[in-house]
T-cell receptor, first 112, second 116 residues
Framework: NAGVTQTPKFQVLKTGQSMTLQCAQD?????MSWYRQDPGMGLRLIHY???????DQGEVPNGYNVSRSTTEDFPLRLLSAAPSQTSVYFC???????????FGPGTRLLVL | AQTVTQSQPEMSVQEAETVTLSCTYD???????LFWYKQPPSRQMILVIR????KQQNATENRFSVNFQKAAKSFSLKISDSQLGDTAMYFC?????????????WGAGTKLIIKP
């Protein structure tokens, strides 16, 4: 099992550009989520999904879109990148809401 | 509002010593799950230990154990016989049981340095 994979590992964007951060898991987990991690702060939830076709907003959803067409994949789209979106992004998955979340290696995003 | 507070931004101890990281949280819920995650320099987020709030017995995992005080809303992590590989950021987090929006509430983290 590869676990949770994320691509790319690092990306530089210019303000206004769009891009998609990819996340995939091969553990047949229903729950998937996207977090951002900023210096000196804990992780903050952007969006989450409780199964294919079902997504919902987390704590900081503005500027991001998600979709979940398959159990395995949960991409995060930045519609028009802003410097405030410079952060490290983590994707996570779990079997159920209360079980351990398994994290991907993270994507470091720099918006200039 | 649900919050998690880790009052120690940074700690350092000698290898083989025991260290305790503190965590307090605030919630009006009675059913929830508590976690400690470790983030080494590689940035990978790794589960250290998990505790169900309805269980009185403290969770243990090899050299890692917790002191869960539900009434005080405290969930400290004890690392025994610390090793150089324990050097990492440690995050405390909790999740409310069904009825919430499936959100892990995270503390800001404690940077732990194990010195040789």
């Amino acid at each position: 099992n590869a676990g949770v994979t994320q691509t790319p590992k690092f990306q530089v964007l210019k303000t206004g550009q769009s891009m998609t951060l990819q996340c995939a898991q091969d553990m047949n987990h229903e729950y998937m989520s996207w977090y951002r991690q900023d210096p000196g702060m804990g992780l903050r939830l952007i969006h989450y999904s409780v199964g294919a076709g079902i997504t919902d907003q987390g704590e900081v959803p503005n500027g991001y879109n998600v979709s979940r067409s398959t159990t395995e994949d949960f991409p995060l789209r930045l519609l028009s990148a802003a410097p405030s979106q410079t952060s490290v992004y983590f994707c996570a998955s779990s079997y159920s809401y209360s079980e351990t979340q398994y994290f991907g290696p993270g994507t470091r995003l720099l918006v200039l | 509002a649900q919050t998690v507070t880790q009052s120690q931004p940074e700690m350092s101890v000698q290898e083989a010593e025991t260290v305790t990281l503190s965590c307090t949280y605030d919630t009006s819920e009675s059913n929830y799950y508590l976690f400690w995650y470790k983030q080494p320099p590689s940035r990978q987020m790794i589960l250290v230990i998990r505790q169900e709030a309805y269980k009185q017995q403290n969770a243990t995992e090899n050299r890692f154990s917790v002191n869960f005080q539900k009434a005080a809303k405290s969930f400290s992590l004890k690392i025994s016989d610390s090793q150089l590989g324990d050097t990492a950021m440690y995050f405390c987090a909790f999740m409310i049981s069904p009825g919430s929006n499936y959100q892990l509430i995270w503390g800001a983290g404690t940077k732990l340095i194990i010195k040789p």
